[in-house]
């Protein structure tokens, strides 16, 4: 091999390992970033329950970056993620999470919605988790029109079950 040629192949892999060395820099900052953003919206991601001195169980969420209370939980075993609100009078989730979890629709209607009116299916949940807080038979709607993706606004048929108090950016639920 001519000595001329080495140099160039010993550039290219330098080259090589450099621009593998950048990817695999952009991918974990992807990774760590997500985390972040991921904490950011839902800083409940394991709400932790308690017991009250009254013997109530009680779960304390933290406000997120958009002054909002999202925490995870679980729908009749299956872990969602809920946006907690107090304007829903029922729990909304989109549609295909009721395919995944095999609800029964009744009662189609429509529905007013901060957005306007929507169509909708009428339901019930076997059982809504959050932390240590478990109800049995909430009802619910089915919004097809809800993005796949989409939180499960956790409304007032859950939400009123509940006592609950905001203070210093925390929701204190007790039940």
Same mark, same amino acid.
Request: proline share 5%; net charge negative.
């Given at each position: 091999m001519?000595?001329?040629?080495r140099?160039?192949?010993?550039?290219?892999t330098?080259?090589h390992?450099?621009l593998?060395?950048w990817? $695999? *820099? +952009?991918?974990?900052?992807?990774?760590?970033?997500?985390? /972040?953003?991921?904490?950011r919206?839902?800083?409940?991601?394991?709400?932790?329950?308690?017991?009250?001195a009254?013997g109530?169980?009680e779960?304390?969420?933290?406000?997120?970056?958009?002054?909002?209370?999202?925490?995870?939980g679980r729908?009749?075993?299956?872990p969602?993620v809920?946006?907690?609100?107090?304007?829903?009078?029922?729990v909304?989730?989109?549609?295909a999470?009721?395919?995944?979890?095999?609800?029964?629709?009744t009662g $189609? *209607? +429509?529905?007013?919605?901060?957005?306007g009116?929507?169509a /909708?299916w009428q339901?019930?949940l076997d059982?809504?988790?959050?932390g240590?807080?478990?109800l049995?038979?909430?009802?619910?709607?089915?919004?097809?029109?809800m993005?796949?993706?989409?939180?499960?606004?956790l409304g007032m048929?859950?939400l009123?079950?509940?006592?609950?108090s905001q203070?210093?950016?925390?929701?204190t639920?007790?039940h």
């Open positions: 001519p000595q001329n040629e140099p160039d192949a010993n550039q290219r330098g080259r390992m450099l593998f060395a990817v $695999g *820099g +952009i991918v974990l900052l992807t990774v760590l970033f997500q985390d /972040v953003l991921q904490s919206f839902n800083p409940n991601s394991a709400p932790q329950g308690q017991q009250a009254d109530r169980h779960v304390v969420l933290d406000r997120n970056a958009s002054g909002h209370y999202v925490a995870s729908i009749n075993g299956l969602v809920f946006l907690l609100d107090t304007g829903a009078t029922d909304a989730l989109p549609e999470l009721a395919d995944r979890l095999r609800l029964v629709r $189609g *209607g +429509i529905s007013q919605t901060a957005n009116a929507v /909708v339901t019930v059982e809504v988790r959050l240590d807080i478990r049995q038979d909430v009802r619910a709607s089915i919004v097809p029109s993005a796949a993706d989409a939180p499960v606004l048929s859950f009123r079950q509940l006592e609950f203070r210093d950016g925390q929701l639920l007790r």
